[in-house]
């Protein structure tokens, strides 16, 4: 299997964090993994869409270098970067968060 493209957090910027979020599939995806603060398997959002949209929106929001997807076995997990982008945006995923 290929691996997976993550943007190393250096190359993360602003403008792509936002783009990924200016979708309502997406935002949902974002305040959930924010909320629990906790990976959770692709497959917990299935209520949101079907397979194929959602692995559109799983791809925009790794490649905006907001989640990192694990694969393990035939199961995809996706996580919140929260550590690595409080970093480079101190306070932004937070305000994000409080404004939905």
Known sequence: MKA????????IQIEQ???ALSEPIRLAIFKELYNSMQERSCSYFSDLGQKNNLSHHYKMLRESGLIRVRVEGRQRFISLRLEELNQK??????SIYKSI
């Open 89 to 94: 945006f101190p306070g932004l995923l937070d």
């Open 17 to 19: 964090i936002l783009y």
């Open 4 to 11: 997976l493209y993550h943007p190393d957090i250096e190359d």
